[in-house]
T-cell receptor, first 117, second 113 residues
Framework: AQSVAQPEDQVNVAEGNPLTVKCTYSVSGNPYLFWYVQYPNRGLQFLLKYITGDNLVKGSYGFEAEFNKSQTSFHLKKPSALVSDSALYFCAVRAVQSGAGSYQLTFGKGTKLSVIP | GAGVSQTPSNKVTEKGKYVELRCDPI?????LYWYRQSLGQGPEFLIY????????DSGLPNDRFFAVRPEGSVSTLKIQRTERGDSAVYLC???????????FGQGTRLTVV
């Protein structure tokens, strides 16, 4: 079975400072990894994905994430946080290989990011 | 349409009633997914369609839940004999091909009273 852990329920960061939202995963074989953001009363919005290739992935709104296979991690980062980045962030994983159940995205519980002015 | 559309946005129903939740995916997307999100939790997988067929329904919690996608586009999630524990936000997503990123609708908030 595949799983995602987001160890921090909440992350607080001052505006202009770098931010990191942590994610570790467990999956059979190689992973596809995703980050989504959820603003209040809105649906999930895709931020970025890792499929293959460079371990550093760049996405929307200046976010990036680093895939680390040995640590089974996919932490979300941004060099300079904005107040408008305050939202709920979800990491998700699915297995690369085909087969029963393999197209399911498994999500973490989410991390609430608060950027303080 | 420009995005995934879900109707209704809110649904309040009495315990024991039947409900239908509708999802209209992005035009041309062949893969469609249903998820359920309870308060304070991440989305949980329910069912996945590739075209008209349910390729994976392993996430449906019991036989009160089922979903259809008869023409390979619009999908309906159907819940019979609703229970208070069914209260959650039901999310629909679609993707152009299997394995690419999924785009989510705004969800239907179901409240069973």
């Amino acid at each position: 079975a595949q799983s995602v852990a987001q160890p921090e329920d909440q992350v607080n960061v001052a505006e202009g400072n770098p931010l990191t939202v942590k994610c570790t995963y467990s999956v059979s074989g190689n992973p596809y990894l995703f980050w989504y953001v959820q603003y209040p009363n809105r649906g999930l919005q895709f931020l970025l994905k890792y499929i293959t290739g460079d371990n550093l992935v760049k996405g929307s709104y200046g976010f990036e994430a680093e895939f680390n296979k040995s640590q089974t991690s996919f932490h979300l980062k941004k060099p300079s946080a904005l107040v408008s980045d305050s939202a709920l962030y979800f990491c998700a994983v699915r297995a690369v290989q085909s087969g029963a159940g393999s197209y399911q995205l498994t999500f973490g519980k989410g991390t609430k990011l608060s950027v303080i002015p | 349409g420009a995005g995934v559309s879900q109707t209704p946005s809110n649904k309040v129903t009495e315990k024991g009633k039947y409900v239908e939740l509708r999802c209209d995916p992005i035009s041309g997307h062949t893969a469609l997914y249903w998820y359920r999100q309870s308060l304070g939790q991440g989305p949980e997988f329910l069912i996945y369609f590739q075209g008209t067929g349910a390729a994976d329904d392993s996430g449906l919690p019991n036989d009160r839940f089922f979903a259809v996608r008869p023409e390979g586009s619009v999908s309906t999630l159907k819940i019979q004999r609703t229970e208070r524990g069914d209260s959650a936000v039901y999310l629909c997503a679609s993707s152009s091909t299997v394995g690419t990123e999924a785009f989510f609708g705004q969800g239907t908030r179901l409240t069973v009273v």
